[in-house]
């Protein structure tokens, strides 16, 4: 059975920073583009940050900068470290896994709040 399971998010003042972790199990990881998307309150979900396979990374504009992407593919892990956090960035944090040919994966999601 395929999973992806979220952590790291939470309570965070502006400016602060938190590392998500998303891991994924049940499959060959090193195979799968791995994407952070976030979703604000009534807002659609945007692709935040992705990394391919072969480790091309790219950010929407409004993180560049701010975050960074990484992967661990001896851990099944992809990060989202978040620096300069800006009550903006305030939404629910989904890790996405995906392959061509295969579905792709969703993981639960991870709530990151920035407010004094």
């Known amino acids: 059975q395929v999973q992806l399971v979220e952590s790291g998010g939470g309570l965070v003042q502006p400016g602060g920073s938190l590392r998500l972790s998303c891991t994924l199990s049940?499959?060959?990881?090193?195979?799968?583009?791995m994407e952070w998307y976030r979703q604000a309150p009534m807002k659609q979900r945007e692709l935040v940050a992705g990394i391919s396979s072969g480790g091309t990374i790219n950010y929407v504009d409004s993180v560049k900068g701010r975050f960074t992407i990484s992967r661990d593919n001896a851990k099944n892990t992809v990060y989202l470290q978040m620096n300069s956090l800006k009550p903006e960035d305030t939404a629910v944090y989904f890790c996405k896994g995906r392959r061509p040919a295969r579905p792709a994966y969703w993981g639960q999601g991870t709530q990151v709040t920035v407010s004094s």
């Open positions: 049940g499959t060959i990881f090193s195979l799968y583009a």
